[in-house]
């Protein structure tokens, strides 16, 4: 059930509340939402039935109780407006959730500082808002490039210290957490480990915003379910990101599925942004579904660029060119105003960046 606190009340007072939940038997979780605290609580029957909500409407300083048997506490819409979505503020200058669309662009696979420099500066000037760029790649043959590690995310941050674009990248272990934290303005969370829960728990306990993907298989109440371990942990930067899934078509690599934006919107505060590359796999369909995302209300795309794509050491056939890239960005200003959402144009000033951001330890 979700709890709403008192208007006004302190962080004290919080913490006697949740002491009070605690004796009663109850989980709870706080979560700020514009000027109201909202405390999630879940009872030892792991649910929300109306005998506890009687209960706990008797306690002080809260001001009335949802009972609720909806398994996501900090994810849920629950309350807020219908349009209420969370802003995730990423570095020093950039959001997502607001007005303003989030722009991810960038190659598949750091391969080299050139290119990654190359790559980051069209995509700046033609108006992303941050960069991608895989240094840990989940690759499904063991003999595929696997990504250049460590040595890749001090590239990243010299491009980062270069453009002023905040860096995405991919962390699959629990145990690089800490080290990807220390480079990189998202921790992406890929695809394949959706499910990987101690991973979902570790970022949870970052400071970093996390971009979740979509599993292939997974359903939508999988989906904000591993949001909500990440939540549950204490971070509340979590965007989703839908990335297709698998389904019986074969002529395309997933399957776009254009409807999980609003409906997570429906069921999730939580800003949704589209990955239209990984979802179709062929470079000629990354633009219509790019568009397709934002007329269906996405908060942002994540789109993957290439200098050569048919060098590409990963996911050269899905990537854009730099130009295309650009069209991309020209074609979406039209969808984007009929949606009342904004596409960046170039505004980012270099700054916040000069040194990469620490040595590898
Ligand atoms: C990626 O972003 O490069 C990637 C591997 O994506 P996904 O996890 O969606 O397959
Ligand atoms: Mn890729």
Wanted: charged share 20%; net charge positive.
């Amino acid at each position: 059930m979700i709890i709403v606190a008192k208007s006004g009340i302190t962080e004290s007072e919080l913490v006697r509340l949740r002491e009070e939940l605690a004796s009663l038997g109850f989980a709870s979780h706080v979560r700020r939402q514009s000027q109201r605290v909202l405390v999630g609580c879940l009872g030892g029957d792991g649910g929300g039935g109306s005998a506890g909500a009687d209960c706990i409407r008797t306690l002080p300083n809260v001001e009335s109780v949802v009972p609720s048997s909806h398994p996501l506490l900090l994810a849920a819409r629950a309350l807020g407006p219908a349009d209420h979505t969370s802003v995730v503020k990423i570095g020093p200058t950039c959001t997502v959730g607001d007005r303003q669309l989030l722009i991810i662009a960038g190659p598949c696979s750091v391969e080299g500082q050139a290119m990654l420099n190359d790559v980051a500066s069209a995509v700046r000037d033609a108006g992303a808002t941050a960069l991608r760029g895989g240094v840990f790649k989940p690759r499904t043959s063991p003999y595929a490039f696997q990504g250049l590690g460590t040595a890749g995310l001090d590239m990243l941050a010299v491009t980062r210290a270069k453009t002023g674009l905040p860096i995405v990248s991919e962390v699959m272990d629990p145990r690089q957490v800490d080290l990807m934290s220390r480079y990189v303005d998202v921790l992406q969370v890929g695809a394949r480990n959706m499910q990987n829960f101690s991973l979902l728990a570790e970022v949870g306990r970052s400071a970093k915003p996390v971009l979740l993907k979509r599993g292939p298989s997974a359903t939508i109440r999988e989906f904000l379910l591993a949001a909500e371990h990440i939540l549950a942990q204490g971070n509340s930067d979590v965007i989703l990101c839908e990335r297709g899934i698998r389904t019986f078509e074969t002529a395309t690599r997933n399957t776009l599925d254009v409807s999980a934006v609003p409906v997570l919107k429906e069921q999730s505060h939580l800003p949704v942004i589209v990955d239209p590359s990984h979802a179709c796999g062929r470079t000629s369909l990354v633009i219509p579904l790019a568009r397709a995302a934002v007329a269906a209300g996405a908060d942002g795309l994540m789109v993957e660029v290439h200098p050569s794509p048919e060098t590409a050491q990963s996911d050269g056939e899905q990537s854009l060119r730099p130009a295309q890239f650009a069209t991309l960005m020209r074609e979406l200003r039209l969808v984007a105003r009929a949606v009342r959402r904004d596409v960046p144009r170039k505004t980012l000033r270099r700054r916040a960046w000069k040194e990469p951001a620490c040595a590898v330890v």
